[in-house]
T-cell receptor, first 109, second 115 residues
Framework: AQRVTQPEKLLSVFKGAPVELKCNYS??????LFWYVQYSRQRLQLLLR??SRESIKGFTADLNKGETSFHLKKPFAQEEDSAMYYC???????????FGTGTSLTVIP | DTGVSQDPRHKITKRGQNVTFRCDPI?????LYWYRQTLGQGPEFLTY????????KSRLLSDRFSAERPKGSFSTLEIQRTEQGDSAMYLC?????????????FGSGTRLTVV
């Protein structure tokens, strides 16, 4: 069965410190992984996709099929990074996402 | 185009009443999705349309739930005989093609409270 696990509900880091938000998944085929972000009082929005191998707002994520992980990383956290982050998996049909329960990141000034 | 629009933003209803939500997707997006999000959880898939055809429904979508997209543009989600467990944020999203290429564009959601 498809499953996305985000083990940390809450994560606090100091400004300028590195941050890593963990995401593990379970999927029998070849998944496509995404990170979504929701800033306070805003709608859920796409942050990055593993297929594009991009860096958005200084964030990167590498798909590790051996460890079935897709952790989100940023070397130097900024206050504006404080938000709710959701890891999501799309299966081979591409018709829906399976979301994790989210991690609330707080960057302390 | 201002993105995906959902109406109303908030709905409070008494248990047993029927409610209907509307979603207007981005105009060039042919795919439309409904999700439900309860407190402390990520969004959960409810159903998906490609143009006017409803192609997939989750087991979460009980017989009290129905969704339509009559002309392949806006969509409605109706919940009949609401229960307190239906209290949640109902999210609509749209995409242009296979979501793996573009991801979704989400609306702001309709927050339903059943009292």
């Amino acid at each position: 069965a498809q499953r996305v696990t985000q083990p940390e509900k809450l994560l606090s880091v100091f400004k300028g410190a590195p941050v890593e938000l963990k995401c593990n998944y379970s999927y029998s085929g070849s998944p496509e992984l995404f990170w979504y972000v929701q800033y306070s009082r805003q709608r859920l929005q796409l942050l990055l996709r593993h297929i594009s191998r991009e860096s958005i707002k200084g964030f990167t994520a590498d798909l590790n099929k051996g460890e079935t992980s897709f952790h989100l990383k940023k070397p130097f956290a900024q206050e504006e990074d404080s938000a709710m982050y959701y890891c999501a998996l799309s299966g081979q049909t591409g018709n829906q996402f399976y979301f994790g329960t989210g991690t609330s990141l707080t960057v302390i000034p | 185009d201002t993105g995906v629009s959902q109406d109303p933003r908030h709905k409070i209803t008494k248990r047993g009443q029927n409610v209907t939500f509307r979603c207007d997707p981005i105009s060039e997006h042919n795919r439309l999705y409904w999700y439900r999000q309860t407190l402390g959880q990520g969004p959960e898939f409810l159903t998906y349309f490609q143009n006017e055809a409803q192609l997939e429904k989750s087991r979460l979508l009980s017989d009290r739930f129905s969704a339509e997209r009559p002309k392949g543009s806006f969509s409605t989600l109706e919940i009949q005989r609401t229960e307190q467990g239906d209290s949640a944020m109902y999210l609509c999203a749209s995409s242009r093609d296979r979501l793996s290429h573009y991801g979704y564009t989400f609306g702001s959601g309709t927050r339903l409270t059943v009292v």
